[in-house]
């Protein structure tokens, strides 16, 4: 059994900036990545960034610049701090865990957190 549990959601105006963190619990041998994702209405579920237990990052073009993940795997966290928001990142976000259990790796999903950009 493992479990994601995000927070940091809201509402915030065009420009303003939001942290993300999400915390996993439950019994797993390693992780190998954390990551974030978000999906708007009517869209496909996106990758934003990800970040490896060895602390390489990767980011897609549209927030490259504006986001940073970090992660503290000693708490097996992973934040996002999210800069000069956009209205078009405007989604339900959703963090993500590839982790090893029983000698298999396997993603796992937080429920979600919502966040509004306004203009």
């Known amino acids: 059994q493992v479990q994601l549990v995000e927070s940091g959601g809201g509402l915030v105006q065009a420009g303003g900036s939001l942290r993300l963190s999400c915390t996993a619990s439950?019994?797993?041998?390693?992780?190998?990545?954390m990551g974030w994702f978000r999906q708007a209405p009517g869209k496909q579920r996106e990758l934003v960034a990800t970040?490896?237990?060895?602390?390489?990052?990767n980011y897609a073009d549209s927030v490259k610049g504006r986001f940073t993940i970090s992660g503290d795997n000693a708490e097996n966290t992973v934040y996002l701090q999210m800069n000069s928001l956009k209205p078009d990142d405007t989604a339900v976000y959703y963090c993500?865990?590839?982790?090893?259990?029983?000698?298999?790796?396997?993603?796992?999903w937080g429920q979600g957190t919502q966040v509004t950009v306004s203009s």
């Open positions: 970040i490896t237990s060895g602390g390489s990052t």
């Open positions: 993500n865990f590839r982790l090893l259990k029983r000698a298999s790796m396997n993603d796992y």
């Open positions: 439950g019994s797993f041998f390693r992780i190998i990545t």
